[in-house]
Structures are given as C-alpha cells and as structure tokens.
C-alpha cells in the first residue's frame, strides 16, 4: 500500500519509518525544505533512540522517500496519516491551523477511496469541521479517520512497533477495515469507535497519567510533614491491583509536549461548557507553581545560594530524548540565577544548551555547559539530579566530593542511595523521603 505521512517530527518520522518497515511504500512528507533535505541523507532533526537506524533502512530498501510535495505525494497514496503539531495558546484554546492547511494540501491532490487519518491531538468534534472545509476543495468523498498516538518519546520506536491498542474513531466500516488490516501486523488490540470518543479517550488518557503523576506528588508533599517516606507509600500501595507500581514517581511535575498541553486544553474546555472551577485547572496551576515551591524549600534547607556554583544534570524533559519542551531545567536555571547564584554547570547527554530557548536568556554567560558529570560536578556547592538519565544516576557521586565544601544534593527524581550520598558526606535532598527530615 502507498501511505503518506505528514508532519516529519518524532510521531510522523516514526510512524514513516515503521510503515516502510512493515513493508509498504511510505512518504514523509513536510513543507521545511530543511528538513527533508536532511531527512533524506538519513539525517534525524532530533535525536529518538534506534530512530535513524529505521529511517536508513526505509531509505536503503526505498520504501520510505521525505518529500515536500503534495502533488506527488497524495495522489498515490491510499492512506494518508497527518501528524502535525497543534500547539495551543496560554488560554488553552488549540490552534488547529497546521492540521487545516495539511488538509486543505491534501484535498486538491486526494484520490478516490483514499483514507485520511488524523494523528494529531485534536479536540473531539473537529472532525465535521475538517470534512466540511475539504470537501469544499474536492469532489471526491473525504473519508475521515482518527488514530490517536499512545506512544512516548524515548520509546517511540519501539512503542510504535508494539503499541498497547491501536484505537481507530470511525463510523465508516469501510474505512476501519482497511486501517484495521494496515495495523494488524503490530499485534495490539484494535478496536473501533467514534472519532470524538478516539479524540477524547487520547485526551483523558494523558490527563489520567498526568493526575497520577500529580497526585503523587501531593503526597509527596506531604509526607515532607508528617514522617512518612514516599517510597514505602508508593511500595504500599501498588501491591493493589487496582492500583499498581507503574508511572508514579514523584519529582519536580510532569513536562514534555503533551500532558501540560492537554491538561491545559482539558482545563479551556471545561471552562467554554461552563465549567468554571475544574480539576484540570487546579492540576495545571499546581503543576506550573511545583519547581518554585519546591526549590524555594530546598533554598531554606541549604541556607543560601548567592554567589554560588550549582551544577544542573539534565536539560531534556526527560531520559533519551534532546527535546527540552517544558523541561525542568528551563524554570530551574532561571530561578537559581535570579536567587543570585554566580555559576551554573550544566550537563546532558543529548542536549547543547545553545539549541535551548535557554539560549537567548540575558544572563547566558553564567552558564556552562560541561562534556561530562564529573566535570559539571567539580568543586559544586550545590548538585541538582534534575533529569534520570541513566549515565546521570549511575554516576559515583562519592568522587567529586569536595571535602572543603558543605555540598548538597537535590534527588529531584528520588534515584539515588541517600545513605551513601550521606556517608560520602553530602546533605542529600529528595522530594517526599524521610531522609530529608531526619538529616535535618
Ligand atoms: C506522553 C504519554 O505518556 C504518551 O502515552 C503520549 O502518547 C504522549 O504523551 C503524547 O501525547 O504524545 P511523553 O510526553 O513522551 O508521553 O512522556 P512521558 O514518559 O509520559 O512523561 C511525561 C512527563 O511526566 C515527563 O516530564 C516525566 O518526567 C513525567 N513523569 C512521568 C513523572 O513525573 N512521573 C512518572 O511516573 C512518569
């Protein structure tokens, strides 16, 4: 089968790369020349593991060709995926201008019987919207899917490969046996509803996992007050069934591009049906407020940071991935300089802080960028573990102490050993744990 994918960022590259890998003829399809150019040598714009060992063999095999044209593109094509972004504004209202002009593209060049399936996350109901405005372009019967993505970066490769569900929003059986059958050879259930309940089921999927997330971290607040240690909550409450171990640690909130994206959008919603006051709000606020409160207590803790190093582990959002969208560190940084803090070392394995929005920050100087921990590290008064990359938590943290230095460690991911941080004599810090209280 001929498929289109439109949209080359880490959903639709992925998604290009594993139709060719399933052994059909896919376009990656993007309107930055750039881009296509690079992705056509085999050149990723952002880093995904085992993704540019994909995307060099659809290209080796050709069956997977970047291209910025429609016109050659779509008339081909039986399948047509659009994965590209739909940001939304501080409101929360979503801006759905990338996926109309995709559809528009894609109406004028679109064959008969071919499908269009929606990626993006879009608001539930768009979908009489879409098909109104491509219908005004063609002649041709729009056949309207949505497939919303589960996967998460870091893993999208192989969670594109092994989905948990492949969810189709089609009233069309006509249309859901074909993508069923295109899906099929993935091995995860599949199943049929409507376009709204697919867009809404990706939106309560995330706003889910984002309140878990946040509810483990009110917790977490609280057991700081009353003795209790997280870890041995969260141990005591998984053995529920109903409840489990999994996609709970505390630490500084959720980030990425997608959970504070949709719990915000979530939040707008709510409000337009009238619904003043609601849960995703309060999920939202506390989310945003969550890295000053909690730095603003590390500060009472340690005493003071004016006129000190600090080094700064991680810049991405989170492990294997070099995207930096509502990262940590962007909140962090800024909020250790403007407590006065003379010197920042920051190290990733992936990111460079000059492609960071960080970058065109006035106070740039007073940051660093180090080639390894150890350096980072090296003679710190302060170390905040902000991102688990395993290099980062693995790292022997006893080496680098500074014997003429009161140093303190932030665990902002609650990875490390707090007794053998402490033996090694630094004042270990951790979000929710004991340790935190007795030490103090
Ligand atoms: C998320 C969802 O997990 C995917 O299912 C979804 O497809 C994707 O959004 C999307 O809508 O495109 P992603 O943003 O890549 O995936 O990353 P996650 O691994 O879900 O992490 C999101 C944030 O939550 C990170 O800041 C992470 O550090 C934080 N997190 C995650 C926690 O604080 N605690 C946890 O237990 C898990």
């Given amino acids: 089968m001929t498929i289109t994918v439109i949209g080359t960022g880490f959903v639709g590259v992925v998604t290009a790369g594993v139709f060719a890998e399933l052994g059909h003829q896919v376009y990656g399809l993007d309107v930055d020349q750039k881009k296509i150019a690079s992705l056509n040598q085999g050149d990723l714009p952002f880093f995904e593991p085992e993704l540019k060992e994909l995307v060099l063999a659809g290209l080796q095999t050709k069956r997977l060709q970047f291209t910025t044209d429609y016109q050659v593109a779509i008339p081909d094509s039986q399948v047509i995926f659009v994965c590209v972004g739909t940001p939304s504004a501080d409101s929360g209202a979503v801006d759905l201008t990338y996926v109309e002009s995709a559809l528009l593209e894609v109406a004028k060049y679109l064959k008969p019987e071919a499908i269009v399936v929606v990626k993006s996350t879009v608001p539930p109901g768009s979908f009489d919207h879409f098909a109104k405005i491509m219908q005004e372009v063609t002649k041709v019967p729009v056949a309207l899917a949505s497939a919303p993505e589960f996967l998460r970066e870091g893993s999208a490769v192989s969670e594109?490969?092994?989905?948990?569900?492949?969810?189709?929003?089609?009233t069309d059986d006509r249309v859901f046996t074909i993508l069923r059958n295109l899906h099929q050879p993935l091995g995860a259930p599949i199943l049929q509803i409507s376009p709204a309940s697919a867009q809404m089921g990706k939106y309560a999927a995330n706003a889910y996992l984002?309140?878990?997330?946040?509810f483990i971290n009110q917790i977490a607040d609280l057991c700081q007050h009353n003795g209790a240690d997280i870890e041995e909550v969260i141990k005591s409450m998984g053995f529920d069934p109903r409840i489990g171990n999994h996609f709970w640690y505390p630490g500084l909130g959720y980030g990425g591009s997608c959970f504070p994206k949709d719990v915000k959008e979530l939040a707008y919603f709510s409000r337009t049906v009238g619904y003043g006051d609601n849960w995703f709000n309060s999920m939202q606020e506390y989310n945003e407020g969550r890295i000053t409160r909690?730095?603003?207590?590390?500060?009472?803790?340690?005493?003071r940071v004016d006129g000190q190093k600090i080094a700064v582990l991680g810049l991405s959002f989170k492990p294997n991935t070099d995207d930096t969208r509502e990262a940590p560190a962007l909140k962090v940084i800024p909020y250790l300089l403007q407590k006065g803090?003379?010197?920042i070392q920051v190290y990733d394995p992936q990111?460079?802080?000059?492609?960071?929005?960080?970058?065109?920050?006035?106070?740039?100087?007073?940051?660093?960028?180090?080639?390894?921990?150890?350096?980072a590290c090296q003679d710190a008064d302060g170390i905040i573990l902000?991102?688990?990359?395993?290099?980062?938590?693995?790292?022997?943290?006893s080496q680098i102490r500074n014997k003429s230095k009161n140093q303190w460690l932030l665990d902002a991911r609650n990875q490390l050993d707090p007794q053998a941080l402490s033996d090694a004599g630094f004042q270990y810090l951790s979000i929710g744990r004991t340790w935190n209280k007795s030490h103090e």
């Fill in 294 to 303: 909690i730095l603003d207590d590390v500060l009472v803790k340690v005493g």
């Fill in 386 to 397: 902000l991102i688990e990359w395993p290099e980062i938590v693995e790292f022997e943290y």
């Fill in 351 to 375: 990111v460079q802080l000059s492609r960071t929005p960080f970058a065109n920050h006035s106070e740039i100087d007073q940051v660093n960028q180090s080639t390894n921990i150890a350096q």
């Fill in 210 to 214: 984002a309140t878990r997330i946040t």
């Fill in 341 to 343: 803090v003379a010197q």
């Fill in 160 to 170: 594109t490969r092994h989905p948990s569900r492949v969810v189709i929003g089609t």
